[in-house]
Structures are given as structure tokens and as C-alpha cells.
């Protein structure tokens, strides 16, 4: 990273400034054009275009013993993501790529794993049409709202815990999505076929993963985005909906989470059902997801007798949000899991709430954010039942 900033300082400091805009000389005498805005963008007529961004997360977080006892039990204190991201296109514009890379130790999964994971897309977009495109490479899978949301665009300094336990997220494959307007709204379809292993996975076997996802926008299209983007910061004039639906099936999937989580002992199939929906309209914001993941063997052994098993339960994450005009946001969100009967022995039902606000200095990009949190256990909230605990977080988001 230190020599990366280097070589991009003294690229800077070889151009000539012109104001309002930047150009470097090329060897043929070319030259490129280098705007600020949306980050940095380097571009050359209709054959080039660079745009490089960066975002950091900066978090302190803190749990208690129990739900009565307020002692503090852990300390989170660290640079929860650190992201440096690259998009373009090349020879063409309906030729797009898209790059990001992580350099945190979360980011990297080496809390779950050995193995540095530093790529975490690196994907080439063809676009036959304005409402079609294809996809091949490293990029997240069409599954739920929130996953599919940046971490950057997010209302909460962490995303719900039915979301960590029943997600899909980044594979290597082909995707696919089309976009169909019509009288009764719009319509987004999106497909992919993937390895079903996860981020920078080896050939294990020969199964694959297919998933489906399908939008409806009854009332037409956001503001900038806003269906991708946690909270009302645009204060939507008229009422605006996204409803959708969709399911993945993993065949021979060899981690708990199939793109996620420890290696099984054994290779299982499973399916994950997903729904979803936003709604937005001056300031107010509330979202809601329901997941659902059956294997009808979750269960993997070793020859030790050791388990290890896919999460074979439900999970219903809802927010709720108000965004006054000055940016000052309050928000709520109330998170359930249950398991199936087939893991209750190792996993119980559990319920969290949230409560919390932000304040937005630039968006998305610049945020500062503070939750306080309860989770209990069993379906029982009083606080001196085991396992029920309080949790605290301040995070502030920075990029360009």
C-alpha cells in the first residue's frame, strides 16, 4: 500500500494542473484527462477511462458480559475495511471492468481463514445493450438487498446477523442482467452461474451454484440509486418501492456458508430462498428480508466425530429509518434466526435489536455512525438469561 501511495504521488506531482482540469502527456504526444468528482478519474477520448476510488472504516466497538452484566466483556478496535477500487472501460464503452481490492485483516478473511483473500472483485461487463449486460469473473452473486448493498452505503456499522448467518456473497462465474420497463413499473432479472465456492476459490469439484433474482419497481426508479443505498438521504418527493425475489441452489457446496464460512467435512447441496423489499418516501425509509436455507443434510463428521453443518434455518431482518434535511439520521432494526430441528443442538433462536443514527457529511462516503444493541437468546429477553448480551458501536466511514 505504502508503495502504491508513493507511485500515485509523484504521478501527481509530473502532470500539469490546469484549472478544473488535469493532463498528462504521452509518449505519442496524446493526451489524457484527469477530473475529480466521483474520485479520480483518468480518460482519453472514447478508448479509456480509469476511475480510481478509496474508502476506509474506522470503528471502536464494545460488548458486555451479559445481558445484566455490564462489564465490558470484548473491546473491537481497528480499521474494520480499507478498500481501494478500479472501474473503467477499455477500447470501447460497452467494454467495462470493475477492481476492488481489501487490506484489512477483516477483508482479508484471515479471522476464518490462513489464506490472504486481498481480491474481492475483479469482474469484465459486456454491454450488448442499455438494458443488458453480461458478466464474467469475481463479483457478488444477485442474493439479498443488504449483501448486495455496499458496506459503504449501509445504515449500520454492521449488517444483521441473519444476513452473516444466511447470506450468499462473492463468486467466480458468469451473471447476467436485464432491465425491462413497462406500464406497470420496471422489471430487473438477474442470473448467475458460479463455482458456489466462494472468492478466489481451487477446483474441488464439479458442482456448480445458480441463482436468480427478480425486482419489481412498481413506482419507477430511485433517486441515484437509492434502491442499493441504506436510508433516505435523497428524501424521495414521491413514494418509491422495490419488491423482489429470488433463490440460489449450491451443488456440492464445500464451505458452511457455500461461499462462506469453514470447509464441510463432507460436499452437501443446498438451496436458499430469498425476499425482499424497500420502501422509501420523504426521509422515512423501511426495508425488510426474509431468507430461508433448507439442506436436507446439514450435518457433515470427521473420522473424530467432530460436526460441522450448513445453517438450515430462517432469519428476518426490518429497519426502519428517518432522515431529517439536514442529513442527522435516527434508524432502528429488529433481527430474527430461527434454526431447524436438524441443528438445534448446536445453534438456538436469536432475536437482536438496534438502535442508533448517523450523521452524514457526504453522503454515503463521509459518515459518522453510533448503535447500541441487545441480543437475546431462546426467545427470552429478560436480561439474566444466558447468552443475552449489550453491545455499542461508533464507526466513521471516509473515502472518495
Known sequence: MRKFCWVLTSFFCLVCIVPGQIFAQNESDERALITVKNGISISQDSLFLLNLRFRMQNRFGISSVSGDDLHISQIEARVRRMRLRLDGYVLNQRMQYYVQLAFSKADQDLETGTISQIIRDAILYYHFTPRFYMGFGQSKLPG????????????????SMANSMLTLDRDFGFFAYYSLPSTAGIWNIKAAV?????????????????????EWLPFGSFKNGGDYSEGDLERETTPKLSVAGGYSYNVKSTRTGGQLGSDLYQFRDFGTFITDLLFKYRGWAYSMEYLRRKADQPLTFNTLGQVRYIYDGAGLNQQLSYCFPNKVELAMRYTQLWPEVSIRTYERRTDEFWLGGGRYFNGHRIKAQGHLSYRWRDGVIHTNHPGNRWGAIFQVEFGI
Open 144 to 159: 439479498n438487498r443488504q449483501r448486495v448493498i455496499s458496506s459503504g452505503n449501509q445504515q449500520f456499522a454492521d449488517r
Open 194 to 214: 458460479t463455482s458456489g465456492d466462494g472468492r478466489n476459490a481451487s477446483a474441488i469439484n464439479d458442482g456448480l451454484a445458480y441463482t436468480a433474482r427478480m
